[in-house]
């Protein structure tokens, strides 16, 4: 996955989130449901470190924590040596350029605010019946 924002996949089947899960095995990824109070802190743990994190569960509206993480661009072709930090609770990060933040959703048909649109790349992995039905006849 190479883009300068993080994605939200819209999975209702849990694609995407055992293909995220396989794909970040190897780097120490960490997940978890974002309503778990322990959010914050292993946002804090990992974004200096370098680790990705999977955020499980989201809602229709997004936690206000994940505001200056979706507005963090993921650095681009000759920019790696800049340093890029975060606020995150009152705490200034520097962000690693291993890191990584993926979000999923289980809802079929979420209504996100137009921010979620502008500061992150939204993935749709719904399957409709003809596509699972063709699937299915392979």
């Known amino acids: 996955v190479s883009a300068t924002r993080w994605p939200l996949c819209i999975d209702p089947q849990g694609q995407a989130r055992r293909w995220l899960q396989k794909m970040t095995a190897s780097q120490d990824s960490r997940q978890l449901e974002i309503s778990r109070p322990e959010v914050t802190r292993t946002l804090s743990e990992c974004i200096p470190a370098g680790r990705p994190v999977l955020l499980t569960g989201c809602s229709d509206s997004l936690p206000a924590v ?64 003809a596509g699972l039905s063709e699937h299915m006849l392979r």
Do not use: I
């Not at 040596?81 to 990584?100: P, W």
């Open 66 to 129: 994940l505001g200056p993480l979706a507005e963090l661009r993921a650095p681009l072709a000759g920019t790696k040596h800049l340093k890029r930090t975060v606020r995150l609770v009152g705490e200034e990060l520097e962000v690693s350029e291993t890191f990584a933040l993926y979000l999923t959703t289980r809802l079929a048909n979420p209504r996100f605010k137009p921010w979620v649109f502008a500061d992150l790349t939204v993935v749709d992995f719904n399957m409709t019946f």
